[in-house]
Antibody
Framework: EVQLEESGGGLVQPGGSLRLSCAAS????????MDWVRQAPGRGLEWVAR??????????EYDTSVKGRFTISRDDSKNSVYLQMNSLKTEDTAIYYC????????????WGQGTLVTVSS | DIQLTQSPSFLSASVGDRVTITCRAS??????LAWYQQKPGKAPNLLIY???ILQSGVPSRFSGSGSGTDFTLTISSLQPEDFATYYC?????????FGGGTKVEIK
């Protein structure tokens, strides 16, 4: 059974940093692209970042709103993907979901349950 | 950036109704269009990818169609468990944007 479990959320002050983790199990993690998607309270879904797999040199992509502040990375030996968030703003407050990119490249076929990040003074 | 516009943003319907949600892209996204269902307090769940391919385990009352810039999600006969918010997403280039969502509520 495919499972994705996020951790690391919490309350942080504006300008602060936080590192989210997503532990994967039940599939060959190294085969897949991995993504982070967020959802502000009462709002829609917003894609945040992607890290490709080893055959694609672990290259990354970011939404404009987080580029230069967030860094996505992965450790295939630990079946984990991470999101380092720096210079946090109040508008970064959201539930952050880890999602698996499918083999077709046309969807996110599994999602974690999310971890809440609150940026507030 | 490619914008996805969903309509309507809110829909009130009865059990057994046929429901149609549209998603319009600001430019051609070929067949790189997926649909997700999200229930309150839960993570999104993949329904359809590649415009019209039903994800394994998704009931056949769900279907997708369209091409280029105009796409449709149809629920042929709405069931009580289908009351949720639906999102489209494109995956043709970056950023991978989502539509604003369509909330389907009970009439």
């Amino acid at each position: 059974e495919v499972q994705l479990e996020e951790s690391g959320g919490g309350l942080v002050q504006p300008g602060g940093s936080l590192r989210l983790s997503c532990a994967a199990s039940g599939f060959t993690f190294s085969d897949h692209y991995m993504d982070w998607v967020r959802q502000a309270p009462g709002r829609g879904l917003e894609w945040v970042a992607r890290v490709r797999n080893r055959p694609n040199s672990y290259t990354t992509e970011y939404d404009t709103s987080v580029k230069g502040r967030f860094t996505i990375s992965r450790d295939d030996s630990k079946n984990s993907v991470y999101l380092q968030m720096n210079s946090l703003k109040t508008e970064d407050t959201a539930i952050y979901y880890c999602a698996r990119g499918s083999r077709t490249g046309r969807d996110f076929d599994y999602w974690g349950q999310g971890t809440l990040v609150t940026v507030s003074s | 950036d490619i914008q996805l516009t969903q309509s309507p943003s809110f829909l009130s319907a009865s059990v057994g109704d046929r429901v149609t949600i549209t998603c319009r892209a600001s430019q051609d996204i070929s067949s790189y269009l997926a649909w997700y269902q999200q229930k309150p307090g839960k993570a999104p769940n993949l329904l359809i990818y590649g415009v019209s391919i039903l994800q394994s385990g998704v009931p056949s009352r769900f279907s997708g169609s369209g091409s280029g810039t105009d796409f449709t999600l149809t629920i042929s006969s709405l069931q009580p468990e289908d009351f949720a918010t639906y999102y489209c997403q494109h995956l043709i280039n970056y950023p991978l944007t989502f539509g604003g969502g369509t909330k389907v509520e009970i009439k």
